[in-house]
């Protein structure tokens, strides 16, 4: 930890499969008391397409705050890495009990959400895993464009297809999206969440940076929480040299 009171832990699962194992009980600096009494944030750096080491760190509760492109080298190639962090005021003390429910909800909708912006993920040569879209939703759910004029209402498989295509036939390249901000109400079996995000990419041979809006609904079902609907309104894309 740095005298700033900022520590940083890194991960290298996935990039040699079977060599590290990962989990809450031996990441460095993630211990509740040490953040909660010397630390002021805790970095977290994964690169980008590492599954395995996403899913601990939305078991953390840690938040992601952005890629940065073509950061590392493993065997010659460069690689994006994602940058993620919790703050100490973001981290459960001891004797929180009474909270803990609500906060173990509020750590599934981020789950659930950051599955569904990582899903489009093809940074760096890995591949998008659109199918965890149907994952995170109810079967029945809607995504809604409300971009143009009138909004379009899609049903699971007809948001999955188009967007398959385009990230897998070299028409959307390096892509990704990230949420930025967001603020999330619970009621009992229900959520509601109010979010902005940024996403950037390669769009037919043109770099771009784009940011916008969702409002997103959740549903407590007997397999767990899901998604219900969602509907983002994007702001105008600028195209990067």
Known sequence: MGADGRAETGVSVGLLPGQ?????????????DAVSARMSRVEWWVAAGNTRSVDVAQRLGVTREGVLRRRSAHRGVRHDSEVWSVLSEEWPCPGEASEAPEA????????????????????????????VIRDVFIPQG????NVGVKPVIYDLDAFIEPRQKMLTDGTLTEFSEWEVSESTEILGSIAHRFSRYRKSG?????????????????????????????AWDDVAATTTA
């Open 20 to 32: 590290f194992i990962v989990g809450e009980g031996n990441v460095p600096g993630t211990d509740p």
């Open 104 to 131: 173990g909800v509020k750590a599934e909708l981020d789950r659930l959400m950051a599955g569904f912006a990582g899903a489009f993920t093809n940074t760096g040569g890995s591949r998008s895993e659109l199918d």
């Open 142 to 145: 809607r995504i809604i464009s």
């Open 202 to 230: 390669i769009h037919h041979g043109e770099s771009f940076q784009s940011s916008g809006h969702k409002t997103t609904q959740f549903l407590r079902t007997p397999a767990g929480w899901r998604i219900a609907s969602l």
